[in-house]
Nanobody
């Protein structure tokens, strides 16, 4: 359902863009999120965009990351700028097909999402 791509190795202060392509004809109604999991840590919320285009960010990435979507391409993006070593993690995209996160405001909770991509590794060197 979801295919994430764009991870890689980047130096601190650099930029990287991730993409997540979704299958299905109702992508435009999905709320989409990005989460990440660093080695030895739990999965944490990064950013989300609902079906109306409203965006939400974790405090740790606010002002540095930008989430966007292209419904014509069934794709959600996250542009990551001013990367820090602590951004190193496997990044996952997720889809909420029923807009539960929109109606409940729980876009930051992994429990609100139905589908998950396979993850893409981002490594930020110091």
């Amino acid at each position: 359902q979801l295919q994430a791509s764009g991870g890689g190795l980047v130096q601190a202060g650099g930029s990287l863009g991730l993409s997540c392509a979704a299958s299905g004809r109702t992508f435009s109604s999905y709320c989409m999120g990005w989460f990440r999991q660093a080695p030895g840590k739990g999965r944490e919320f990064v950013a989300a965009i609902n079906w109306r285009g409203s965006t939400f960010y974790a405090d740790s990435v606010k002002g540095r990351f930008t989430i966007s979507r292209d419904n014509a391409k069934n794709t959600v993006y996250v542009q990551m700028n001013s990367l820090k070593p602590e951004d190193t993690a496997v990044y996952y995209c997720a889809a909420d097909k029923d807009a539960r996160t929109y109606y409940s405001g729980s876009y930051y909770s992994a429990l609100g999402y139905d589908y998950w991509g396979q993850g893409t590794l981002v490594t930020v060197s110091s």
